[in-house]
C-alpha cells in the first residue's frame, strides 16, 4: 500500500476512487485507524542530515597531499635530529587546521531547517470529532482542517474549499498564493498547477476548508527535496581540485629529488647521515610549507572584503570558485525580480494610463501614455483606482527594510497605485465603512464588496478576472457618463487585456453596481449582473533596479545568466527580456527539459536562457547537464525548491533576506541584500583573490625553484651544502611568510571582469607562470652559489653559508616585489599602493638582519655577522632578480594588462 500511495496521482482521481485508494472517508479516521497507520507509514517528519562532528570537520583539514607532505618531512627532521624544524612544520599544519576549522565550523543543518519549516500542531478529524494534535501523528488518510493562518502538515487533497489560497512560492517559486479548487486536473499537470492538492510547510493566505492526507513525510513533496539534498553531495571546487593536483605533483618532486640527491651523494662516497640531511634539506625545499596556511589566511581575508561587499561566504574554498563561473542560473522571483507586484499600466474611460515607481514603495506618478504627468484626474481613473483600494483586504506598512505588504500581493500593487495618484487607502476605507463582501475564490474569479453610500444610495465594487468581470457588464464610463457596453467596446476591452497580457502582465478588470441606500446584504446575482465597467489594471513583478546592470556585468565577464522559474513562460521571457538575459529567444519548458539528453539540454539552456514551468528535479537536471558539459555552474535561489540544486551546484548562492533558511543552509554563499547585482561583484572579488594566489603560488614555488637549484648545483658542482634544512625553513616560513600575506590581499590593478572565466581544467601553475619561473629561479641559483662559492675561498664555510643563506632571503624581498603584479611595473602600479607588502618587508628585513648580526643566528643557524660590504654586495646581486622581471614585463612577454575600457 506505501508504495501504491507514492505512484499515485492523487489530483486526478475521482472523490470517490480518492476514498477508496485511500481507505478513508470525509469525516477521517477512527483513533485505532491511525494508530495502527502510523506504525505503517511512521511519524509525519523530515528526516534529518548527519551534521559535521568536530573530529570529522577537523580531519577535513588534514586530508590534502600538501599536509601529509609536511607532516612526513616533520618526521624525516626529527629522525635526522633536526627537532626545531619538525616542531615548526607541525606548528604549521596546525595553524592551517585551526583557521580551516573555525571557518567552517558550523552545522550542515539544510534538513533541520526544513525540519523547523513543518508545521509543528495541525487539526484534524478523528473520531469525527476535530482534534488539535503534533504534526509528526499526522497519518494518511486523516482529514486535516484549514484556516487563514494555518501552515499545512502534509500533502493532502482537497475535499472542500472556501475562496482557498496557499502560499506556495517557496515550494514552486510563484509569488501569487495559489488559488485552489476540489476539482481533479490532468495526471501530468505540473506542481504548481494542482489546484486541488495542499503541500506540506505551505501557508493559508485566505480562506478554509478541508484535506485528505494522501502522504507524509519523506514522500511528501517537501520530502522529496529533503531527500535530493541528502543525495546530492558537496563538490569540490575548483581551487580544491587545483590543489589537490599541486599537491600530487609537489609531493612526487620532492621524493624524487630527495632520493636522487641521496643516492648520488651516496654513490660519490659522501656520509649517509650527511646526505640525508642533505635530502631533508632538498625535500624541505620542494615543499612550500607555507602554502595551505596563506591560502586558508588569504581566502579568510577575501571572506572579510565579500561580507563588506553584502555576500557571506560559508565555506572557506568557495571564496574562489566565483570567479571561474561560466553559468548563473538564477531563479526569477526575488532574484531578478523585487517579489512585489507593482501595476505598470491603467485602462479607464477609453484611455491607457502609466504609473511610474517600482514595488510597495508609494513613489512614483500616473501618467498619460505617453508619458507626460496627469494635470488632473480623469473620473472614470479615479472611479477605477477607488474600486482597487476598496475591493481589497491587503495593507502596505512602512518597516525598517522597505515597505512590506500583508495579503496578496495583487491587492498590495492595488493599494500602492492609489497612494500615488494622491487616493490614501486608509483615507477612503475610513469614509466608506463595507457592509458585505463576496470572497474572492477560484471559481468565481472576482470579489465584491457592498460599500457606503454614494450620490445615489449604496455600491457593490467588484473586480477579477477581465472575462468574467466583462460578462457581468451591461455599461462602461466613458468620460464621467455611463453608457451601454455593445459590442465594438466590447472587442476593444478584449485587445487592451491581450495587449497587457502579452506584455507579460498579470490583468484585472474592475466594476461598479449602484444599489439603494436600505441594501444590507450581497449575493451573487447582485454582481453578476448589470455591472458597469471601470478600467483594467496590468500589473507585474517588476526586475530590480540593478538586475540590467548586473546582467550585462556578466555577460561582460564570459559568464552566461539563464534564469529558471516555476512561472509562466510569458512572464519569465518578459523579465528575461528587461534584464537583457534573453533578446528574441524562446523559453524552454519542463517537457522540453524531459525530452532532451545531456548534451542538447546543456546546448540549449546556454543558446536559450530562459526556462519556465520547471520543478526542482529540471533544476538539478539542467545543472548537472551544464555541469557535465564542462561548464561551473553557480545556482541562485531563495526557497526551499532551490535547496538541491544549490547544495550540488558548483557554487551555490543563496538570498539572505527573503530566502528560506533551507536555502542559507544549502548554499555555499548568502547574498544579505538579495542584490543579483552583488552576485558581479563577487565574481569580481573571486576573480582577483585567484590572481592573488596565483600571484603568492609564484612567489612560494619560484623560491623553492631557486633552493633546489642552489643545492642540485652544489651537489653537481662538488661544492659543500650551502644552506642547512633550517635555514632552508627559514626562508619558507619566515622570510616568505612575511611576504606571503600581504600579497594575498593586493589590490585589483587590471579590470579582471574584462577576462574570459577560467577554464575549470587551468592550473594556477600555468605556462606564463611556469616560464616566468623558468626565467627568474635560475638567477636565484647563480647569484647564490657564485657568492657562496667566492666567500669560502676567502673566509671559510661558516660564512660562506651565512652569504648563501642571506642572498636567497634577499632574493626573496625583490621577488615580493616582483610578485605583486604578472604584467604590471611595480612603478606603474604603485609602490606604495600595499602598504601591508611594506610592513611584511621591514619585518623580514628586521629580522634576518637580527639572526645573521647577533648570537641568536649562531645558535639556530651557526651563522657569522656579516660586513656591511658583504650586505652591499649581497643587495647588489639579489636586485638582478627584479631587474629581470621588470623588463620582461616591460616587453610584454607575461602578455598585456587588462585595463577599464
Known sequence: MKADREKTHWHALRMEELLERIASSKDGLTGDQARLRLHEAGPNVLQAEESSSPARLLLRQVHSPLIYLLLAAAAVSFIAGKTIDAAVIVGVVVLNTILGFVQEWRAEGALAALQKMSAPHARVLR???????????????DVLVLETGDRVAADARLLSGDDLRVDESALTGESEPAEKSVETTEPEAPLGDRRNMVWM?????????????????????????????????????????????????????????????FGLGVLQGHETLDMLLFAVAVAVSAIPEGLPAVITVTL???????AARHAIIRRLPAVETLGSTTVICSDKTGTITANQMTVRQLWAGGQTFQASGEGYQPEGELQAEAGEPLKEMPAALARLIRIGALANNAEIR?????????GSPSEAALLVVARKAAMEPDVMREKCARIAEIPFSSDRKYMAVLSCEGEQGREALVKGAPDRILDFCSHILREGERVELDDPQRRAIQEVTDQFAGEAMRVMAGAYRAFPSDKAGLEESDVEEGLTFAGLWGMIDPPRQESARAVAAARGAGIRPVLITGDYAATALAIARQVGITENGEALTAADVEGMD???????????????????????????????????????????????????????????????EVAREAADMVLTDDNFAT??????????????????????????????????GA???????????????WVNLVTAGAC????GVEPNHENVLKEKPRGISDQIINKVVLRRMALLAPLMAIGTLVLFRLTQQAAGLPKAQTVAFTTMVVFEWFQALNARSLRQSVFSIGLLSNRWLLVGLGAAIVLQVTVVQSPLGDWLFGTEPLAARDWLLIVGVASSIWIADECLKRLGFHGRPKHDE
Open 300 to 306: 579568510a581575508l577575501g571572506v572579510r572584503r565579500m
Open 201 to 261: 510547510s505551505t501557508s493559508l493566505t485566505a480562506g478554509r476548508g478541508r484535506a485528505l492526507v494522501v502522504t507524509t513525510g519523506m514522500r511528501t513533496e517537501m520530502g522529496r527535496i529533503a531527500g535530493e539534498v541528502r543525495a546530492t553531495g558537496r563538490e569540490h571546487t575548483p581551487l580544491q581540485k587545483r590543489m589537490h593536483k599541486l599537491g600530487i605533483i609537489l609531493g612526487g618532486l620532492g621524493i624524487v629529488l630527495a632520493g636522487v640527491v
Open 127 to 141: 473520531d469525527g470529532q476535530e482534534q488539535d494534535l503534533e504534526a509528526r501523528e499526522v497519518v494518511p488518510g
Open 679 to 712: 552576485i558581479v561583484a563577487a565574481v569580481e572579488e573571486g576573480r582577483t583573490i585567484y590572481a592573488n594566489l596565483q600571484n603568492v603560488v609564484f612567489f612560494l614555488l619560484s623560491q623553492n625553484a631557486g633552493e633546489i637549484l642552489t643545492l642540485g
Open 598 to 660: 545531456e548534451r542538447a539540454l546543456a546546448q540549449a539552456t546556454l543558446e536559450s536562457g530562459v526556462f519556465a514551468r520547471v520543478s526542482p528535479a529540471h533544476k538539478l537536471k539542467i545543472m548537472e547537464a551544464l555541469k557535465n558539459q564542462g561548464q561551473v555552474v553557480a545556482m541562485t535561489g531563495d526557497g526551499v525548491n532551490d535547496a538541491p540544486a544549490l547544495k550540488g551546484a558548483d557554487i551555490g548562492v543563496a538570498m539572505g533576506l527573503s530566502g528560506t
Open 740 to 743: 606571503t600575506i600581504p600579497l
Open 398 to 406: 512602512e518597516a525598517e527594510n522597505g515597505w512590506r505588504a500583508e
Open 715 to 729: 651537489l653537481a658542482l662538488g661544492l659543500d651544502l650551502p644552506l642547512t634544512a633550517v635555514m632552508i625553513l
